[in-house]
């Protein structure tokens, strides 16, 4: 160990000190990664015999992650000699690989490199005690047909249909249909889960579908009705189940009850349609809200459809009997869809806010559109019709309010909590009011108010009433309503009230002359102006201090 290092010595400071693997370390990081380049989708192996079999032939090297020198890559100078030269800092490659990450200016960074390693750790261990095969006996077996040797390539590889074999796919296919030749087989794949389509090659074709204990099924009897009579899907376990009649089914089944996945699922091939939501008044005037896409199916008793507009908000499911009677109609909504959106923002509230307008005159009504008939589904025809598009009105106009007011806030207020406070929205109409300019009303002549003149200047009072003014008095609210609408805390600018044509009455202690009290009472002539104080805006809270204290309503 001694002699090399005299030796790099000799050669001079131009050629730095490597900290290098030992014959142990290079070992281990070579049976780590399974004798096999870690680089990603590389695979090559890196040791056989030589092509005379003489002797044996190796590609691999030992890189380190971490450079075994100064002005290497990735060259970490806190590391002490014995971290450098750890298999910790290693990480086996082809010679083409090893090349690519050794080099001075290479891009790979410390983490990418771990990660290969951990993957090609990850994957040598999984090929433990598994056959290997080379690309030239994967396609022989394709052409052969061996179903066997194809599955277990298939099994060995992470993702069966991005192997390098392209022909694996097709010789897998026409091997399953070789099974049943009834049958077409088609794979397709989608994300990381592939798909058998399976597909009557044939006029009839017959297998046995032999259905067991199912009783021991929650609710088996009425999803068989309601596959039976309205198409639905019906899904029955694996242990409920057998295919009769067929090698293709038997080699499914088999192989999907081997990992304990297996599901038949029967019918339940949902249709979209075309859809239209609109409010229609008993005058005959329509407001149209939204088309969509719904979806249907349908057995022997009746057609069953589904959908959803608005993003969600309002859900439809109608039943129509095949026997033209027992059509069901059932609308509901949900605030959930909406979720985290501004409520500036929501789908096309403006004629939803119409609709509602609409609501007491009037009923939902929804049109499918089948060829060119419109077979239109009202509401009216629903059970609980006028509860629902009461509660459903409410929403819709405290989300309105709700959106006059984020219209006036300097941040964004979003749908996070879904609580509607109807003392909330009442208070907060009379704020809306408000918005649109001063009100002007009416006060019954009578007490209005009283206080103490605290900042009195002797003689004032006798000014003012010498010159009889102070017939206007304005009196602002005390506290700002703080409140919360959907989780964002706000605080409204006060209210203020000003009257006109009062009569103003000073008191005073002859004792204590020097804090007077006044009365203000209104007369047949008083009239009164609420406004929004016009120095107080509408501020988005950030944290709910607790101190001013949440919606105080009278
Ligand atoms: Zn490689």
Redesign the pocket.
């Known amino acids: 160990m001694s002699k090399p290092k005299t030796s790099a010595k000799k050669k001079g400071a131009a050629a730095p000190k490597r900290d290098n693997f030992n014959s142990l370390t290079w070992h281990k990081l070579r049976d780590s990664a399974g004798n096999v ?3 990603p989708g ?3 192996h890196t040791h056989g015999a030589s092509s005379d079999g003489e002797g044996t032939v190796g590609i691999g090297v030992a890189c380190h992650i971490k450079a075994a020198a100064p002005g290497g890559p990735r060259y970490d100078e806190r590391q002490t000699k014995d971290q450098r030269k750890h298999s910790d800092n290693g990480i086996w ?5 090893s090349k690519l990450i050794d080099a001075d200016d290479s891009a790979f960074e410390v983490e990418t490199l771990r990660q290969w390693k951990r993957d090609a750790e990850a994957r040598s261990n999984s090929l433990l005690n598994q056959k290997s095969f080379t690309e030239k006996e994967v396609k022989v077996a394709a052409e052969q047909g061996s179903v066997d040797l194809l599955h277990r390539f298939v099994n060995r590889a992470n993702d069966p249909l991005e192997t390098p074999v392209a022909e694996i796919v097709k010789g897998y296919e026409s091997n399953l249909e070789n099974l049943d030749s009834r049958f077409t087989v088609e794979v397709n794949k989608s994300g990381n889960h592939y798909t058998h389509v399976i597909q009557a090659a044939q006029d009839k074709v017959s297998i046995d579908l032999v259905l067991q204990n199912l009783d021991k099924l929650d609710d088996f009897w009425a999803s068989q009705k309601a596959f039976v009579e309205e198409g639905r899907e019906l899904r029955i376990p694996g242990k409920h189940f057998e295919l009769k009649g067929s090698k293709l089914f038997d080699a499914i089944q088999q192989k999907a009850n081997g990992v304990g996945q297996g599901v038949l699922t029967i019918g339940g091939v949902k249709k979209p349609i075309a859809a239209n939501l609109y409010i229609r008044t008993d005058g005959g005037s329509e407001v149209f809200i939204e088309s969509f896409t719904c979806y249907y199916t349908s057995g022997t008793m009746r057609t069953v459809f589904e959908g959803s507009a608005l993003e969600g908000f309002i859900a439809i499911k109608a039943h129509c009997s095949h026997e033209g009677q027992d059509h069901q109609f059932d609308l509901s909504f949900n605030v959930e869809p909406w979720k985290g959106k501004n409520i500036l923002e929501l789908p096309r509230f403006a004629r939803l806010l119409k609709a509602a307008q609409l609501m007491d005159k009037g009923r939902l009504v929804f049109e499918l559109e089948v060829g060119s008939n419109a077979a239109a589904f009202d509401s009216k025809s629903s059970m609980s019709s006028d509860e629902f598009h009461a509660q459903l009105q409410w929403v819709i106009l405290y989300l309105d309010v709700a959106r006059k007011i984020a219209e006036q806030c300097d941040k964004p207020v979003l749908l996070h909590e879904l609580d509607f406070d109807y003392q909330l929205y009442k208070e907060l109409k009379k704020y809306v009011k408000l918005l649109a300019g001063p009100i002007h009303t009416q006060q019954t002549p009578g007490f209005v108010c009283s206080g103490v003149l605290n900042e009195y200047e002797p003689g004032a009072m006798e000014r003012a009433q010498s010159r009889g003014c102070s017939s206007q008095i304005k009196l602002a609210q005390e506290d700002s309503l703080v409140f919360g609408l959907f989780g964002t805390v706000i605080r409204a600018p006060r209210r203020e009230y000003i009257y006109t044509g009062v009569e103003t009455l000073y008191f005073s202690d002859i004792e204590e002359r020097g804090e007077p009290r006044v009365e203000i009472h209104a007369t047949p002539e008083t009239s009164v102006v609420v406004q929004l104080q016009p120095s107080e805006a509408w501020t988005v809270l950030d944290d709910w201090d607790g101190s001013e204290l949440p919606a105080v309503i009278d």
């Open positions: 380049c870690s680089f590389c695979h090559v490659m082809c010679q083409t690989h």
